[in-house]
């Protein structure tokens, strides 16, 4: 069974900085793009940043400069370095591993992460 769990969400001021990490069991993320999305309250789930299994990454316009994602494939955890916080940061960060063979498509979600940036 394929389990992603993610860590690192916390209560931060803003301009502050967390690494969220998400690490996967059950299955090697090699092959796998790992994304980052969030979902504020009253708000659609939305991608935050992607990686593909090749390291190649996609970062959304509204946090680019400020989040980067990562992966380490023999830790098999993906990373979500956040800087420079914002209140508007402030969701529940899910992890996703996604992978596409023939016509099979895998798809697993973490629990999510609460990020709360506050004063």
């Known amino acids: 069974q394929v389990q992603l769990v993610e860590s690192g969400g916390d209560l931060v001021q803003p301009g502050g900085s967390l690494r969220l990490s998400c690490v996967a069991s059950?299955?090697?993320?090699?092959?796998?793009?790992m994304g980052w999305y969030r979902q504020a309250p009253g708000k659609q789930r939305e991608l935050v940043a992607a990686i593909t299994s090749g390291g190649s990454t996609d970062i959304a316009d509204s946090v680019k400069g400020r989040f980067t994602i990562s992966r380490d494939n023999t830790k098999n955890t993906a990373y979500l370095q956040m800087n420079s916080l914002e209140p508007e940061d402030t969701a529940v960060f899910y992890c996703n591993a996604r992978a596409v063979t023939g016509w099979r498509t895998y798809d697993y979600w973490g629990q999510g992460t609460q990020v709360t940036v506050s004063s």
């Open positions: 059950g299955t090697r993320i090699n092959n796998y793009d």
